[in-house]
């Protein structure tokens, strides 16, 4: 069992950055891949980035690649989102996921193993 929490997020102007963190705890047997989606008010929760267990592999929705980065700390089990450049359009909460492979930008919701409770960001015009 994994339990995930996200924290960092809050209210930033556009062109601003912060940096979402997601702290894994609970009995883990196995390595895990780790994602991070978001859903904006009245959206379908979409993918925004997947980074494998050793982090050797990293993949993003196109509409955050060059402006996001997904990055790990496996001895502290945790996984990091640092987003640059942020737009209005970015406003969502944001949900850290764990999955069993790394999947890149094919990964959709339906492969998520254990979700977080989510973080909101919003991005002021």
């Known amino acids: 069992q994994v339990q995930l929490v996200e924290s960092g997020g809050g209210l930033v102007q556009a062109g601003g950055s912060l940096r979402l963190s997601c702290a894994a705890s609970?009995?883990?047997?196995?390595?895990?891949?780790m994602a991070w989606f978001r859903q904006a008010p009245g959206k379908e929760r979409e993918f925004v980035a997947d980074i494998s267990w050793s982090g050797g592999n990293t993949d993003y929705a196109d509409s955050v690649k060059g402006r996001f980065t997904i990055s790990r700390d496996n001895a502290k089990n945790t996984v990091h989102l640092q987003m640059n450049s942020l737009k209005p359009e970015d406003t969502a909460v944001y949900y850290c996921?764990?999955?069993?492979?790394?999947?890149?930008?094919?990964?959709?919701?339906?492969?998520?193993?254990?979700w977080g409770q989510g973080t909101q960001v919003t991005v002021s015009s």
């Open positions: 996921a764990a999955d069993r492979f790394f999947r890149g930008a094919t990964m959709t919701t339906s492969f998520v193993t254990y």
């Open positions: 609970g009995r883990t047997f196995s390595s895990y891949a």
